[in-house]
């Protein structure tokens, strides 16, 4: 078994993205297989459960409400409506069911009401993950006190180019809650997006920033941007698909035991690609036709993609 390093210097990241690509997948692959069965894919399913009118600029998001990208918003669901979407993704073979909500950060009422929303989830047999926003401490402590599984609060790009993208907080923000979230004992789930005009710098910077975190992310999100009419970064290049194939393989050799994610973005990837990305150590992705306000690939879609490629997947895992 190989060891878990959090010790990776830039330079070393820098060399894996600089492999021949077959040398690079190669690698990855070969981790993947010594850690995970190969032709198995977690399944995980997304509901907004809080849209629109964020008060942060992001500027690669629909909800942010500094962007006008006419996207309606919507308050706070209801527990039943959460129930019956989460009832759905089951029955479609969801073991995981991630809930986000447009918020700089949780109001201690707001975060009650998600509360009730895990617990319920939770109770369905299904693993919980959330992603709200900033936290503090103690509102980790009470989600990890309701059996919240998984906390998504995502790194997105380099500690350098981060400003370019979002200045109504810091990168610090964003390691100071993956703390919180660890300390209280839930699993974190953290990545990025790519294709958001960064460099490969930039790119070999957040997967360092992520694995050497002081434990690695159970799950690690990598997105491809999705654009949205209306924000600063509709229209720009898209990323080249082996560059993303190469984040990904990266992503799996630094943190070889952690669930690599082909989140965001399918729609526009053909079956090679995304082929290619799981032969590199991508094995979670999101499965429902919608992700939070975007277009996700039709579930029939993705059941074909998965029979030709004799992918499974992943069944339950029984919670200790
Ligand atoms: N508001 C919370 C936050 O930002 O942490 C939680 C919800 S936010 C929509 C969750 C993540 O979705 C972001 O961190 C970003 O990585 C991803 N995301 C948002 N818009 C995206 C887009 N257009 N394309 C790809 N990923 C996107
Ligand atoms: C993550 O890394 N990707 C998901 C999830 N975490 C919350 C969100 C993708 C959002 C894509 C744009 C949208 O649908 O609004
Ligand atoms: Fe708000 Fe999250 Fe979108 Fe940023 S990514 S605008 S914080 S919903």
Redesign the pocket.
Known sequence: MSELRTDWSIDEVEALFSLPFNDLVFRAHQLHRDNFKVNEVQISTLL?IKTGA?P?D?S????SSINDTGLERERLLELEAVKSAAAEAKANGATRFCM?????NPTDKSLDKVIDMVTEVKAMGMETCV????LKQEQASRLKDAGLDYY???L?TSPEFYGSVITTRTYQD?IDTLSHVRDAGINVCS???LGMGETRRDRARLLQQLANLPEHPGSV?I??????KG?P?DGIDKLDAFEFIRTVAVARILMPKSYVRL???RTDMNEQTQALCFFAGANSMFYGDR????DNPEESQDQQLFAKLGIEPEKAQVSA
């Open positions: 907004s964020c942060e992001c690669y998001c629909s909800q986000g909500a447009a918020w700089r992603t709200l926003g900033m998504n609060h995502n997105d964003r990545g990025g997006i999100p997105n491809d941007l999705v654009q949205v924000t970064l989140s965001a973005g992700l939070l306000t975007t």
